[in-house]
């Protein structure tokens, strides 16, 4: 019998295309009076990942006809200490980089910080982390405290910071291969002392790839924000980062899109010109079904104040107000 179970757990595809007899998650399997049970054991057991995992291996153990009346009994549990302190982790994420994903973190967290909140930023752009420049971080000021192998974040402007930036020199590439990720992101999210968070944000690298993949099995995300201007080429890129996030196996909630850099204010008339093409993002919102979280003008000083290093929503009132009803409507999608 348990072979059987075994087959039919084998066609329950996973992260990486393996299924999850491969992945090693299963602990054991126990068959009493009619009854399966089965326990599972994940690094991230959030709760869509639980229900998606239910629903799978009990259509699939259905589809094999086992038996006729039966009941399967499905236990999930952690194997790393997902820390209970922090609430909600999110992804900012977007196609192609160069689109405001890191300037759009940044004053993402601080609103957030603004509204009351108790925030942290982790920088998992290994292509590009900029967050330590946005937060005028320079590697000589950064001398992160351990104490016992656990690491203090880094806080400014009220944010509790973690760059994958911190741990190689200012123009030093580092190649990241997978696994290396994999070590410094675990210990970013076990072996930190964060303390009580409201939100996690935490920005990703551009794109879609092997480095997403071990992102999202390692952090237990409540959803992503993608971020893109309205130009045909990001778009097609956001394309398959949607679908990225929509596979079966991977299945991460997409709390909506923000459209950066949508209108230049001409200085003369204050007409909007619309560089990337007018209303990009938000008709690509509609066709594919993501919620629309907001517009973000194309400004001089938002450019000039990342810059600085200073998180321009503590400058300029107008983006204030914009960031913070993004804010609104990221917590709104969240609770929805
Ligand atoms: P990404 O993280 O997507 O690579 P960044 O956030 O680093 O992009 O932004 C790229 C550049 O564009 C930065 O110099 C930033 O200051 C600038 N930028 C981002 N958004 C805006 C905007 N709305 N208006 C003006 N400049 C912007």
């Not at 994903?101 to 004053?107: C, D, E, P, R, V």
């Not at 925030?119 to 005028?136: C, H, K, Q, R, T």
Request: net charge positive; with cysteine; charged share 20%.
């Amino acid at each position: 019998m348990k072979k059987k179970i075994e087959k039919a757990l084998e066609n329950v595809i996973i992260i990486d295309n393996k299924n999850i007899i491969e992945s090693g998650w299963v602990r054991k399997i126990d068959f009493i009076n009619n009854e399966i049970k089965i326990y599972l054991s994940l690094s991230n057991p959030s709760m869509h990942i639980r229900n998606k995992l239910i629903k799978d291996i009990t259509h699939s153990i259905k589809n094999k006809n086992i038996l006729e009346t039966i009941h399967i009994k499905i236990e999930i549990k952690s194997d790393t200490k997902i820390k209970p302190e922090i609430k909600n982790i999110i992804a900012i994420a977007s196609g192609k980089g160069g689109v405001g994903k890191s300037t759009i973190a940044t004053n993402i967290a601080v609103s957030l910080v603004q509204m009351g909140f108790h925030v942290g930023l982790l920088d998992a752009d290994i292509y590009g982390p900029s967050i330590p420049l946005m937060f005028n971080l320079e590697e000589d000021s950064v001398n992160l405290q351990q104490k016992n192998g656990i690491m203090n974040p880094i806080m400014s402007y009220g944010v509790k910071i973690l760059s994958i930036g911190f741990f190689s020199k200012y123009g030093e590439a580092i190649v990241w291969r997978g696994p290396m990720v994999t070590k410094v992101l675990r210990q970013f999210m076990h072996e930190t002392n964060w303390g009580k968070l409201d939100f996690l944000i935490v920005d990703l690298p551009p794109g879609t790839g092997d480095i997403h993949l071990s992102l999202l099995q390692e952090i237990p995300l409540k959803g992503i924000v993608i971020v893109s201007t309205s130009q045909k080429i990001a778009l097609s890129d956001v394309n398959r980062s949607v679908g990225m996030f929509r596979i079966r196996s991977i299945y991460v909630p997409i709390l909506g899109i923000i459209e950066n850099m949508s209108y230049v204010l001409s200085k003369g008339t204050k007409e909007k010109c619309y560089f990337f093409g007018k209303n990009g993002v938000r008709d690509f919102s509609k066709e594919m079904n993501l919620f629309f979280l907001g517009e973000i003008p194309m400004l001089q000083n938002i450019r000039e104040y990342s810059d600085l290093g200073i998180p321009v929503i503590l400058k300029n009132e107008n983006v204030r107000n914009i960031f913070i009803k993004i804010a609104k409507n990221i917590i709104n999608q969240l609770q929805k």
